[in-house]
């Protein structure tokens, strides 16, 4: 009986064992889970060399290639404003005018005053002796010497009438404001039948200059001529070509020097005084150049992971440059490493690498 109980004790250890050994041969779902988020997937690049574009990024302000505040000559009440604010107008256009009535009495006056010099001016040169059908013109230096005639205009009051009725058609053009050049209208703050000391602002936006400060370091990278992107603050993709046209050779008692570029309003997107930012580009050959996400750092180190075998190998480089998204890299001097073309660079995945880690290609 008691050799019975032992067996049957025996079959059911040894089935419990059995049993035990296929759970663990066959992992659970759960298991298995686990194990695949314990599993690091990497995205890798060829390394290549390239051209670099070294960029410089600065901050800078939009000023309009002309810009003009506009007000009268002649003072006086504003009669008409015939633009509005935001309105293209071509050189030429007439802006406002002031009441006229006043500047019309006045040449009407010099008219008058004109007609009364003229017939006095006849009667001098009839008491000198000139024949009067003969100087009807006033003009003919057969008819009198020049002399002659210039010194009878002073005393007859005929030169100085000539002069005031110029004078009255001058202030009465001076009513009227006209467009200097091209432009846009802004700063419409005047309105009619009020003295205006100020009627508005005209923008010529065909073209801006934005004005720029680099550090002194970077003097040597940059030229007049060489071409720029520049990109609103509030539209940042939106790219404008600009081109470099002065650089004022002096550093100022911050390290910075001074530098102006000059680009082309596209469709009419920008505006005088918007906020920008300038990129100045440099093409530099025969580089590595790797993502910035590609480099890490590392106890005070640049660090990128090569992919070898299946596992992560840390490597100390040198960044030479940097643009906006890149790096342009080598291999580290203190350290004494190197890259060379054709290794694997890991491009993501890398914050939490160490050296040797066992990565996966995605």
């Not at 009667?123 to 003969?134: E, F, H, M, R, S």
């Not at 609103?232 to 081109?243: K, R, W």
Request: glycine fraction near 6%.
């Amino acid at each position: 009986m008691k050799r019975s109980a032992t067996l049957l004790f025996a079959l059911v250890c040894m089935g419990l064992t059995s049993c035990n050994s296929k759970k663990e041969e066959a992992p659970t779902e759960m298991e298995m889970h686990q194990q695949a988020l314990g599993e690091t997937y990497v995205d890798t690049m060829t390394l290549r060399t390239s051209t670099f574009n070294k960029q410089i990024v600065c901050n800078g302000r939009l000023r309009a290639k002309a810009k003009s505040e506009l007000n009268f000559v002649a003072q006086g009440v504003t009669a008409e404003i015939y633009v509005s604010e935001g309105m293209y107008v071509h050189k030429g256009t007439l802006i406002a005018s002031v009441d006229k009535r006043e500047r019309l009495r006045e040449l009407e006056k010099a008219e008058k005053e004109l007609e009364r010099a003229k017939v006095e001016l006849v009667d001098k040169l009839i008491g000198l002796g000139y024949d009067a059908t003969v100087i009807s013109d006033f003009k003919s230096e057969q008819a009198v010497p020049e002399d002659v005639m210039k010194r009878a205009e002073v005393t007859s009051g005929y030169y100085a009438a000539q002069y005031q009725l110029q004078s009255a058609r001058k202030a009465l053009d001076e009513c009227n404001l006209y467009a200097p050049f091209s432009g846009r209208i802004a700063n419409l703050d005047a309105r009619p039948y009020q003295h205006n000391d100020k009627i508005c602002t005209l923008i010529d936006d065909s073209q801006f200059e934005v004005e720029f400060r680099i550090l002194e370091a970077e003097f040597g990278n940059v030229r007049k001529g060489q071409h720029v992107k520049v990109a609103p603050f509030v539209a940042d993709s939106v790219l404008f070509d600009g081109i470099i046209t002065e650089i004022n050779p002096l550093v100022d008692d911050k390290g910075l020097i001074k530098v102006m570029a000059r680009l082309n309003n596209r469709n009419s997107m920008l505006i005088d005084g918007m906020n920008v930012r300038i990129v100045v580009e440099e093409q530099v050959r025969n580089m590595f150049v790797v993502p910035k996400d590609a480099v890490v750092e590392r106890d005070g180190y640049h660090v990128v992971f090569l992919y070898e075998d299946g596992r992560a190998v840390w490597t100390y480089v040198d960044v030479l440059h940097s643009n906006i998204n890149s790096y342009a890299i080598t291999g580290c001097r203190r350290k004494e490493t190197s890259i060379h073309e054709g290794d694997t660079i890991i491009t993501s995945g890398n914050l939490n690498l160490a050296d040797g880690t066992e990565v996966k290609l995605n």
